[in-house]
């Protein structure tokens, strides 16, 4: 009977687990050095604000693995040996495989500023992350103000758990406007508005030159590289984006780029080795994508996809029409399709704000063939297979425009804006 | 991992000037339980309720209105009253207590004894009582005045905290509503008008309302000319007419999270409690054998109880002992065969333990049939029969378990494990409503949020994560789940029927071929 080893028990690495399980009765063994049992990463945040405690983070009961015979080990893998099939564990002991599928995920990117592994200094990814910054800022009186480096998605969130415990936070972000890499400008701009609404110190333009230690190894301040101010602060966050987890295989045979390099089966260079996740890195992005995609979702695809190939039905990762989420403090957001920050060559965005300043929207159209490309929705929840549909189909942008309330799916009762968005819609085309 | 109770989570100067101003009122009916005799009764009981309710809407104000609209979540399980801490133990001891003294010694409370008048906290209700219909106040009435203040004054809290959701706003409004007018005012009314009616809360249906068929209420109506008549035939339509349409259409939130006195203060007081349920799969087995046992003898007992009191002549009464039986009988077998013969594969491993249900009511029924005296049922006298109904489920379960024990298995335990009523809801809802809590397609990150504020205890997330839609007899439809979901995956929604229940392996927004080799297998 086939051991399937699988080195990382985050939603790529049980995800493929499962969907194994279901297809065979192969042995079947999640290694993890973080946790025992598998939790939801981005949960963690409200493990922080007291909206839940760890265990319900953790999407199945404990039983749940005997139960579907996965065998749960706890190790740290230091060594991959492809040509005897084995791990090498740093607590000393080995593991062999038949087929192994790394699903180490990511880890905080670090820049080598100085004072970059200080006390009081982290990021915001693993579980041990969490207990550090409970260590280090369980209140306001002994945390008096936080930094925060870099403006995505996990530094508002460490900003929104901060604020949650009332600890002042300054927000470094090194663009000129929140995540605008990503977002179109009118939406960066309202969510910058938003981050300043919840009182935290958002600047922009700012990028961090060094953290100063204190006399015990604990960081007591940060200078901006800009302005040279100093920021006197007792914890330090670290979210200027994530990068595969791999440290460890570098020393193996197995290919490795930024992340390891799979082919479209998700397969490595050695044969009977896989990765899914955060850690994957295609040769080449799929219809657009990039190459490393650290997302939930495609994390959870790739997972459902390799469990295929290994259970004899080889296929291609080949995932549909991209969507993703977030919750920006009290906003949320959805996508759709795509919509870049800026207009591709062929592109025009169409944009609409409430005036309350919270909830807006964003359509990328082709303005030759007038094809709808994509949605962007802040503060109005939309249907993702209504979406989904309308990508497929190639609809044009009037026919979605005029059919948005169909997307809709906020909870009963709430106000609806569609035929706004609808009418802003034909004035500003009349206008062009 | 071991979280630090946070000092952050303190509460502000406001809050704690709100608490004390909250606890002054408690202060006066705590005096009054310990038989102070205040001079000006009507003045201290308006001091006392006032600063209960000034307290706890100052104290909403200064917590919710003073940031932006938004989940408000932080630090539940941090409070020591919301996480089964301390405080929690506390109040649950002090509502426990509060519950046995209620049902069972009523005159520690203050309740005159024959015909004495009252002392103590009830006779500090007197005023009030006299006020809406002129007699003197009873246990019953105290605990339903301050049932209804507590709906309000925490319905407006709650009202607060979701103030970016209309949803349930509205909700709260009318389950406000219904407390104050249906269940508080209007039966006091009723009773100015003909004080010889049975108390009768309109809005509270058989079998949630055990007593309404009971000999005494029966003969109660049935002597008061047209409106007692009128009366008890909306309690039957009720339950057999209204009670399926509404749940077709809207699935038993109408009721439980609309309507209900139960749910009522479960939704408002009990919010804080809400995360305390279980969401294991042992609960939800335990839940499966407890409610539906009360149900079996909810209906037993009523069967029962009519039988004792119908007669064996068909020319003194239409309705004889075997003619209602027989039409007991005859309803249960067409609901049941019904049900098997439309939606046997929808039910699965669960057809046994419905025809085992089925098989054991018809069983007992005939037993009682032919074992049964006008006197005796099951070899007990009918009257013990209800009388332990009454004592174990109405009073104990609902009230001291159900409501006492709010801080420590949270806020929906009667609901949950025991209303009959909200089994014959759940039953309906799970296989002949429209409604469902739609998943959004492939959006779910696992995060718990859902389950974790489901106060039903339902592993919401275990179906999101699927992408599956939730269907389950248990759904009060409360819609928290929906509106704490981070990614917005979840909407509570009335649609048609088919496609309701949808199983998925393969998510949406993975390879389309794949979704379709998978899924349609």
Partial sequence: MDHIVIIGNGI?????????????DKKITIVSAETDYFFSRTALMYIYMGHMKFEHTQPYEDWFWEKNRIDLKKGYVKHIDTGAKTLQFAEGDTLSYDKLIIATGSKPN???????????????????????????????????????????????????????????????????????GVLPEGESAMINRHIQNHHIDLRLNANLKEIIADQNGKAKSIIIQETGEEIVCDVVGLTAGVSP???????????????????????????????????????????????????????????????????????QYNPGHWFNSAKFLDIEYQTYGWVFSQPRENESHFHWKHEDDTKCITVCYDKHTNQFLGINTFGIRMRHDVFDNWLTEKRSVDYVMEHLSEANFDPEFYKTYESAIFSAFKNELQTV | MSLAKPDAVDISNTQKIA?????????????????????????????????????????SRDAYLTKLEGIKNDAVWFKSISSRGAWG???????????????FYPKYLGL?????????????????????????????????????IAILAFGYKFMLKYRHNRY?????????????????????????????????DLKSIWPLNYYIFDEWSVKGFLSNGNIGLGLILFGIISIFVITPILTYKYGKRWYCSWVCGCGGLAETAGDPFRQLSSKKMSAWKLERWLIHTVLVFSVVMT????????????????????????????????????????????LGKDAKYGAIGYFVVIALLLLMHLTGTTEHVFFVKGGDLRAAYGIYIGSIFSGVIGTGFYPILGSRAWCRFGCPMAAILGFQQRLFSKFRITTNGGQCISCGNCSNSCEMGIDVRAYAQKGENIVRSSCVGCGICSAVCPRGVLKLENDSMKGRINPTEILLGNDVDLMDLVNKK
């Avoid at chain 1, 049980?14 to 279901?22: L, Q």
């Avoid at chain 1, 009186?141 to 995505?152: E, L, P, S, Y």
């Fill in chain 1, 12 to 24: 790529s690495g049980v995800t493929a687990a499962r969907h194994i399980r279901k297809l065979s």
């Fill in chain 1, 110 to 180: 670090k820049f080598g500023w100085p004072g970059q592994d200080l006390d009081g200094v982290m990021g915001m990814y693993h579980k041990q992350d969490l207990e550090n910054l409970e260590h280090f800022a369980p209140n306001n009186k002994a945390c008096k103000r936080a930094v925060i480096v870099g403006g995505g998605l996990i530094g508002i969130e460490l900003a929104e758990m901060l604020n949650s415990r009332n600890i002042p936070v300054t927000f470094l972000v090194r663009e000129s406007s929140f995540w605008n």
């Fill in chain 1, 245 to 315: 987890n791999i440290d460890f295989i570098k020393a193996s045979n197995i290919e490795t780029g930024r992340g390891v390099k799979v082919n479209r089966y998700l397969e490595t260079n050695i044969p009977d080795v896989y990765a899914v996740g955060d850690c994957a890195e295609q040769h080449e992005g799929i219809n657009g994508r990039r190459p490393i995609e650290a997302v939930w979702y495609t994390g959870r695809m790739m997972g459902e996809t390799v469990a295929q190939t290994i259970c004899g039905n080889r296929i």
């Fill in chain 2, 19 to 59: 608490l004390a101003i909250g606890i002054l009122g408690l202060f006066i009916l705590a005096l009054a339980l310990f038989n102070t005799n205040f001079p000006n009764k009507g003045l201290f009981l308006t001091l006392a309720l006032a600063f209960i309710t000034i307290g706890t809407i100052v104290y």
């Fill in chain 2, 89 to 103: 133990w506390i109040l649950g001891v002090v509502l426990t207590s509060f519950y046995i003294v209620l049902y």
């Fill in chain 2, 112 to 148: 005159g004894e024959n015909g004495a008048s009252n002392t103590g906290l009830i006779s500090l209700f007197d005023p009030l009582s006299h006020l809406l219909s002129g007699r003197n106040a009873s246990q019953w009435f105290v605990y339903g005045t301050l049932y209804t």
């Fill in chain 2, 168 to 200: 349930q706003q509205l909700r709260t409004a009318s389950v406000m509503f219904f407390q104050l007018g249906f269940a508080f005012l209007i039966p006091e009314f009723m009773y100015v008008m003909n004080s010889d009616l049975p108390y009768y």
């Fill in chain 2, 303 to 346: 069967v029962a109880m009519v039988y004792t009191y119908l007669g064996y002549d068909h020319n003194a009464f239409w309705l004889t002992k075997d003619l209602f039986i027989a039409l007991v009988i005859g309803f249960l077998t067409l609901i049941f065969a019904g049900v098997m013969y439309f939606k046997r594969k929808e």
